[in-house]
Nanobody, 117 residues
């Protein structure tokens, strides 16, 4: 099993920055992909960014390309999401997700990001 703990959310003005962290523990060697998702009120959860464990390749939603950067610290089993030039439409609960070699998905508890205009 994998446990995920997110941190770093908060309230920020439009144009500001935040960095989210997701610390993984447990069977971390089984993780194949780690990603950040978000869910705004009344909307479906959507992919924001993800990074592959095998080669570090990244993938971003079009809405955040050029503003957000996903990175990983393998030594500490932590994935980060650096969010710059934040917009009010980025307001959502952000979730960390880990996909594993056993095809189980694990999710963090979520962290609120609120961007004021």
């Amino acid at each position: 099993q994998v446990q995920l703990v997110e941190s770093g959310g908060g309230l920020v003005q439009a144009g500001g920055s935040l960095r989210l962290s997701c610390a993984a523990s447990g069977s971390t060697l089984s993780i194949t992909v780690m990603g950040w998702y978000r869910q705004a009120p009344g909307k479906q959860r959507e992919l924001v960014a993800q990074v592959l464990s095998r080669d570090g390749r990244t993938n971003y939603a079009d809405t955040v390309k050029g503003r957000f950067t996903i990175s990983r610290d393998n030594a500490n089993n932590t994935v980060y999401l650096q969010m710059n030039s934040l917009k009010p439409e980025d307001t959502a609960v952000y979730y960390c997700r880990a996909m594993t070699t056993t095809y189980f998905d694990y999710w963090g508890q979520g962290t609120q990001v609120t961007v004021s205009s």
